[in-house]
């Protein structure tokens, strides 16, 4: 058997997800793209913003390195968008997470809104010039954002 009768025979393989068949190839095409992956990062980034202003530095840190780890599934999901998002994650977000390790409040607020500017005009660049992302003016209602005390 050759690689291409090989890999032929590898697509018509399908497997049971516990509700339906699937094939690599379906397991392939609903890995999620920017349109699922950026409304996480925007509720990520409210969190942050929060987190950080409220003095939690391990919570804004874990929420700085969750919207790196979304941004670098994206580059790899949508080869497209790859050198976009990595650029800005070069530019803007190390920096932000510098800032987030030195525990630097005007700092980290500095690198906020630059990353915010630049993730707006990214949307301009690729042509959706609509989606322009602003912080809201509470912080999220589903979490405690204060620091956790010590136990004990
Ligand atoms: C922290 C930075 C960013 C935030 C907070 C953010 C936020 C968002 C939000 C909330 C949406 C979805 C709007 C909606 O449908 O409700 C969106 C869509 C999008 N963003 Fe971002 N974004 C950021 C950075 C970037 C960067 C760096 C790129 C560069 C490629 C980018 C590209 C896109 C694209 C292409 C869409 C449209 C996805 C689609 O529906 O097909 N974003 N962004």
Do not use: C
Not at 40 to 68: C, D, S, V
Not at 109 to 114: D, L, V
Request: charge should be negative; avoid cysteine.
């Amino acid at each position: 058997m050759d690689n291409d009768e090989l890999l032929e025979r590898l697509k018509a393989f399908t497997f049971w997800s516990g509700h339906r068949e699937m094939s690599i190839e379906d397991l392939a095409a609903i890995q999620p793209g920017l349109g699922r992956l950026m409304p996480e990062i925007g509720q990520r980034t409210w969190k942050l913003y929060y987190a950080a202003k409220a003095h939690n530095w391990p919570m804004a840190h874990f929420q700085a390195k969750e919207i790196r780890g979304l941004m670098e599934l994206g580059a790899f999901t949508r080869p497209k968008h790859e050198a976009a998002l990595l650029e800005f994650l070069d530019q803007y977000w190390t920096p932000l997470q510098e800032a987030i390790k030195k525990e630097d409040f005007a700092a980290f607020e500095a690198a906020f809104h630059k990353a915010v500017d630049a993730a707006n005009a990214y949307h301009e660049l690729k042509d959706k010039p609509y989606i322009v992302w602003k912080l809201p003016e509470n912080p999220p209602p589903d979490l405690d954002l204060s620091p956790r005390k010590k136990q004990g």
